[in-house]
């Protein structure tokens, strides 16, 4: 790809990539309606019935009870997917950036909190867990308060944005596109636009060294469609964007926690609904009364109809008259089938099954650690593809900084903060047991202390580097510097 594009190919290359973004932010728009329980709302204006998406649980067509169904229809959603995704979010909680041979935090981290990137990590892994994939993007840019160069980052969603690979092991994309949904409207030959409707777009195609600035009128499937606006250099060899994906397969589609079980989900939904059906109409019992003389009036009738909706006794002249009741329906069965469900859910997303089912987990420490095994294994899956992200994001970072020697890092490590279930002393433990056993030196295990971040391993290394660690534990044994013991002075007005 030349350097510097020219508006007619930038163009033509909107229109060939223009639509495949559109298809897949309507894919990321669904899974995020299912992700924030709005899959009822989203469904019924937006999606088939036939689609495997399709949001509303299934109800009979019968005009007399069509509002109180509908009422049903929208207590029935559930917001399991957001369960799945919140759960495996908080498993990668990022918390520091590492290479091997190298002391103290690196200044790619100092600049990943500048930006705030850990709470933008969260909300981007949660993207790429739930609507199958999230970007970030790194951009020349200045500290808001003190107006130093700083590289600015920050994230998108696959609803905003979609990158395309000349291969799919490419490490970077060929161009990636960014859209905002815009309202256009033509005065004369002016062209004015606002954000607000959805009939146009305010489009960003980023390439090597360029981001380039557009206007669509439409879906931008023809170049009459498309105005080029201006463009902004970047200074980067490569689009400044990089891919965090939950799981990508061999043909490069990546692959969320929401899609897979979208079926068992809206079983799920269909479960709560007939429940709530069966409540309604069917979990009630039912008082009759057969062969009762027909009333000669109908303010008779009507008459009768009230005394037998209200009064608690039934009683009847007529010596062929029957009682009799019709009991209610069962909803027990259907618990248990909204629990088998659950269930088998809880199988595939290798989810502990008192997550889902809101059961006790007062487990003993071994079978919690077993319940828990397979989400954990889920979790450092996720957490191996997000840290090639933050990598990347690294490299991006330390390329636009001008430290060329850490963009060409391929040995960055990403620490991930530890949330499995455990006390500190379990784990102080297990350190003190590899440094005395195996011989580990315990600087090499400081990182491994339950919250620990990487300025409170630097700040030990300090202390002890210093001799004020030392100096310290001698202050709190009491001992002079030579290590002969200080004579404890005796408290005033005691005998000595």
């Not at 009459?224 to 939950?246: F, K, L, S």
């Not at 430290?403 to 903060?417: H, M």
């Not at 784990?427 to 005395?436: C, P, Q, V, W, Y």
Request: proline share 5%; hydrophobic share 40%.
């Amino acid at each position: 790809m030349a350097k510097y594009m020219k508006q007619g190919d930038v163009i033509e290359m909107a229109v060939e990539y223009f639509p495949s973004f559109l298809r897949s932010r309507r894919e990321a728009e669904i899974l995020g309606a299912w992700m924030k329980g709005d899959q009822y709302s989203y469904s019924e204006d937006n999606i088939d019935p036939d689609d495997p998406a399709y949001g509303r649980a299934f109800a009979p067509d019968r005009r007399e009870v069509t509002t109180e169904y509908e009422n049903l229809r929208g207590l029935s959603p559930n917001n399991f997917a957001g369960l799945l995704v919140t759960t495996m979010s908080q498993l990668a909680i990022l918390e520091g950036i590492s290479r091997p041979g190298v002391t103290g935090v690196l200044p790619v981290w100092q600049t990943f909190r500048r930006n705030r990137w850990g709470g933008k990590a969260d909300a981007i892994h949660r993207g790429a867990l739930g609507q199958s994939t999230a970007y970030g993007i790194v951009l020349p840019g200045a500290d808001p308060l003190t107006g130093s160069k700083m590289s600015k980052m920050t994230g998108k969603s696959a609803t905003r944005m979609a990158a395309f690979y000349e291969d799919d092991d490419d490490e970077w994309c060929r161009i990636a596109i960014e859209a905002e949904p815009v309202s256009i409207k033509r005065v004369g030959d002016l062209t004015v636009s606002g954000v607000g409707l959805k009939n146009g777009w305010a489009v960003k195609i980023y390439d090597s060294y360029v981001v380039h600035l557009l206007r669509c009128e439409g879906d931008g499937t023809e170049a009459r469609q498309w105005t080029y606006i201006t463009y902004q250099e970047h200074g980067m060899p490569v689009p400044p964007v990089a891919r965090c994906a939950n799981r990508i397969d061999l043909d490069g589609r990546a692959i969320g926690e929401i899609e897979p079980v979208l079926p068992i989900l809206r079983r799920i939904d269909q479960d709560l609904f007939d429940r709530l059906i069966n409540q309604r109409f069917g979990a009630w019992q039912v008082r009759y009364i057969a062969g009762m003389a027909k009333p000669e009036k109908k303010s008779e009738a009507a008459a009768q109809a009230i005394r037998l909706r209200v009064e608690d006794l039934l009683v009847s002249t007529n010596k062929d008259t029957k009682f009799g009741t019709l009991p209610a329906g069962d909803i027990e069965n259907q618990i248990k089938a909204t629990d088998a469900d659950l269930r088998l859910l809880s199988a595939i997303a290798q989810m502990p099954p008192h997550h889902l089912l809101g059961l006790s987990s007062n487990l003993q420490a071994e079978a919690l650690a077993a319940a828990t095994e397979g989400m954990q294994r889920r979790g450092a899956s996720f957490r191996g593809n997000a840290g090639e992200f933050h990598e990347q994001m690294a490299r991006l970072v330390a390329m636009g900084e001008g430290d060329f020697q850490l963009a060409a890092a391929w040995d960055l490590r990403i620490r991930w903060k530890d949330t499995e279930s455990g006390s500190m002393s379990q784990a102080a433990d297990a350190l003190g047991k590899l440094s005395l056993q195996l011989g580990v030196p315990v600087e090499m295990l400081w990182e491994r202390i339950p919250g620990w971040t990487d300025d409170d391993v630097q700040r030990a290394k300090e202390l002890v580097e210093s001799g004020s660690f030392e100096k310290l534990m001698r202050e709190l044994l009491d001992q002079t510097p030579d290590g002969s013991e200080e004579p404890k002075k005796a408290p005033s007005g005691d005998a000595e």
